[in-house]
């Protein structure tokens, strides 16, 4: 698991992700196992990801948007089908 740092801008995220695994019911009949928060910032040029858990990410203050579907959200939907799905709810640390 990542070190999620405190000194980054991190932008959390809900998504539901599968298992690969032939026979299992949650991911062949529904969008998966989750949902799972998930923590992104960036380290120079590169994004970085780390795994947060179920529950809702500690701290004080948490900066509410919606995703505007664009070009981008309708990639994103298509992936959605072949394995992980995000929602459209964002959290960023504020």
């Known amino acids: 698991m990542a070190q999620i740092p405190s ?3 991190v932008t959390y995220q809900l998504q ?7 026979t299992c019911s949650t991911c062949r009949e529904g969008q998966g ?3 799972y928060w998930y923590a992104y910032w960036r380290e120079g040029s590169r994004l ?3 795994y947060v858990g179920k529950e809702r990410p500690e701290g004080n203050e ?4 919606e ?3 664009s070009s981008r959200r309708r990639r994103q939907e ?6 992980n799905t995000r929602l459209s709810l964002v959290l960023a640390l504020s």
């Open 67 to 69: 995703k505007k579907r």
């Open 33 to 35: 196992h989750g949902p």
């Open 16 to 22: 539901y992700r599968k298992c690969g695994k032939p």
């Open 7 to 9: 000194d980054h801008h």
């Open 62 to 65: 948490f900066a509410v948007r």
């Open 78 to 83: 298509g992936q959605a089908r072949r394995g």
């Open 48 to 50: 970085r990801s780390g």
